[in-house]
């Protein structure tokens, strides 16, 4: 097999590295509100999913489109996972060698590109899609440089296990430009998921306006039309008209 770090998909899932996380009771409370999270997302939105075979690595990329949590339409951040081409089961998923890489802003803002980076656990074919301070150390977000639990990997994770992906045998060819094809620049991605946000939040402002605009819309009660003033009121003035019958 390729060149691959230590860190398998099961330390990755269940028991990243870091402070943060080594607390049993902590990483239950964690994991219980991540799956929490992901049933929500698999109820209301669709993933994606493609894998791609590299005969001459002897590994399996499988590339997971995660929706966005936080928008109304269907927004994918992509995650890819790079594994032994020895996956065919749960066993053998779990229990792989991994590299990892997503374009979801949190990757990055966390510092989990920079620390996977350090560790050997990022899939360099995709430094390309990253801007260089990518990989530079969080020092505000996470200054303690504490990998934890990644969002979108977890749920591309828990994805593939949930639909056993890693039983699928029609796989892919594996290129470069196939593989950066199906992960976006992270800055595009960044850009667009932004854009898309803003639109959403505009428009979720003019249907409140809309709503109350609507609401204030009503006709006047009988009480009201009581109060109105006199000077409103338009009078009609009507002339007595008397019709004389004349005696023959």
């Known amino acids: 097999m390729a060149e691959i770090n230590s860190m398998t998909v099961k330390q990755l899932y269940e028991n990243p590295p870091g402070s943060g996380t080594g607390n049993v009771a902590a990483r239950y409370r964690i994991r219980d509100s991540l799956q929490a999270s992901f049933v929500k997302l698999?109820?209301?939105?669709?993933f994606r999913a493609r894998i791609l075979y590299d005969e001459k690595q002897k590994v399996k990329y499988f590339v997971i489109g995660v929706p966005s949590e936080s928008l109304k339409k269907d927004y994918f951040f992509t995650v890819v996972l790079k594994v032994s081409d020895?996956?065919?089961?749960?066993?053998?998923?779990i229990n792989s060698p991994v590299k990892v890489a997503s374009n979801n802003p949190a990757f990055v803002y966390t510092g989990y590109a920079y620390?996977?980076?350090q560790?050997?656990?990022?899939?360099?074919?995709l430094r390309p899609r990253f801007d260089k301070k990518a990989f530079t150390p969080?020092?505000?977000?996470?200054?303690?440089?504490?990998?934890?639990?990644?969002?979108?990997?977890?749920?591309?994770i828990s994805y593939i296990i949930a639909y056993e992906l890693y039983k699928i045998q029609d796989y892919e060819k594996f290129s470069l430009k196939l593989l950066f094809e199906y992960f976006d620049d992270f800055d595009?991605?960044?850009?667009?998921?932004?854009?898309?946000?803003?639109?959403q939040e505009e428009d979720?402002?003019?249907?409140?306006?809309?709503?109350?605009?609507?609401?204030?819309?009503?006709a006047p009660s009988k009480h009201e039309v009581r109060h109105m003033k006199s000077s409103t009121i338009k009078t009609i003035k009507t002339t007595k008209t008397v019709r004389t019958i004349k005696a023959k």
Request: charged content about 35%; aromatic content about 12%.
């Open 86 to 93: 020895a996956v065919n089961s749960y066993i053998s998923f």
């Open 188 to 199: 595009d991605s960044l850009v667009m998921y932004s854009a898309t946000k803003k639109k």
């Open 115 to 117: 620390i996977t980076s």
């Open 119 to 125: 560790n050997g656990f990022f899939i360099e074919e």
């Open 138 to 156: 969080p020092k505000t977000r996470n200054p303690q440089e504490i990998m934890g639990f990644d969002k979108s990997i977890w749920f591309a």
């Open 204 to 218: 979720e402002k003019k249907e409140k306006e809309k709503a109350k605009n609507n609401s204030t819309k009503k």
């Open 42 to 46: 698999v109820k209301e939105h669709k």
